[in-house]
């Protein structure tokens, strides 16, 4: 994956996660899973960007291996939500539809 598509898809990802967090919050009242989905599908991003610079080739793998860390946390919020009463399948395949396979 070239470094341009990595950037755009973890800013998209990152856009439907605080569109997802904002819905948890304010349609569910559910704040402490909202929080934690939020910190974490944010975080890949800005991880990324912030590997973009870093001050070694050893920096940079550093950096892109705890995105990847934040990568796997996100999905297992998602799951979480996914599979509890917090929030059904319909209302989170509208905001992460990959999270659905």
């Known amino acids: 994956m070239s470094k341009g598509l990595l950037k755009t898809k973890s800013y ?35 991880l990324h960007r912030e590997a973009e610079f870093g001050q070694s080739k050893a920096d940079f793998i550093h950096k892109m291996t705890i995105a990847l860390k934040e990568a796997n946390e996100t999905s297992y919020w998602i799951s979480l939500l996914r599979d509890t009463v917090t929030l059904r399948k319909k209302y989170l395949a509208a905001f992460c539809p990959t999270a659905m396979s």
């Open 12 to 46: 998209a990802f990152a856009i439907r996660i605080v569109k997802l967090s904002q819905f948890l919050q304010t349609e569910k009242k559910e704040f402490v899973l909202s929080k934690q989905v939020l910190r974490s599908g944010t975080a890949i991003g800005a």
